[in-house]
């Protein structure tokens, strides 16, 4: 994680007036237990499967990542002076955390894992990704997903 001292004047001053958006409403809700819910992935990573078409600077679509994907098939696109590819290198599930959310479905401790998961290219402004995330949750609400890991990199 880059902190602001560690970065260029110019990259610092763009992050601090970045707008931070504000809601009308609380987005949160219950919901049944963990070991009773389907939970989705979404990465930030920008990463896909080989074949796929890779991440653009600024892309706001996503690609899906098929539940039965092992995280080691997995290619990274993502394009930030500020992102350290090392984690991903040694361990893939830093950026999509798919073979520990399995072992969490094989012991009881997560209800299932959603067929469909997704990644997006972070560093994207969000407003421009709306539309490709109300498709890839009208995906999820007609799989039952209720739940989501969001894992921001």
């Known amino acids: ?14 992050l601090r007036v970045l707008p931070c958006p504000s ?9 049944p237990s963990l070991d009773e819910r389907r939970l989705a992935i979404i990465s930030t990573a920008g990463i896909h499967l080989p074949d796929d078409t ?3 600077v600024g892309a706001a679509d996503f690609r899906s990542i098929p539940r039965e994907t ?3 098939e997995l290619v990274m696109s993502h394009i ?4 350290d590819r090392t984690g991903f290198a040694r361990d893939p599930n830093v950026a999509y955390p798919h073979d520990r959310l399995e072992e969490m479905v094989k ?15 972070g560093a994207t402004d969000p407003a421009a990704m709306e539309t490709a ?3 890839a949750a009208g995906t999820m609400k007609a799989d039952g997903v ?3 890991l969001l894992v921001p990199v």
């Not at 930030?80 to 992102?83: E, K, L, V, Y």
């Not at 959603?114 to 997006?120: I, L, P, R, T, W």
């Open 146 to 148: 209720d739940a989501i």
């Open 70 to 72: 092992s995280p080691a």
């Open 80 to 83: 930030s002076p500020n992102f």
């Open 133 to 135: 995330a109300r498709k």
């Open 1 to 14: 994680m880059a902190r602001l001292s560690d970065l260029s004047e110019k990259m610092a001053e763009h």
């Open 23 to 31: 809601f009308s409403t609380t987005p949160w809700a219950t919901g």
């Open 107 to 121: 012991v009881g401790e997560l209800g299932s894992l959603a067929d469909e998961n997704y990644s997006f290219m």
């Open 54 to 56: 890779p991440f653009a």
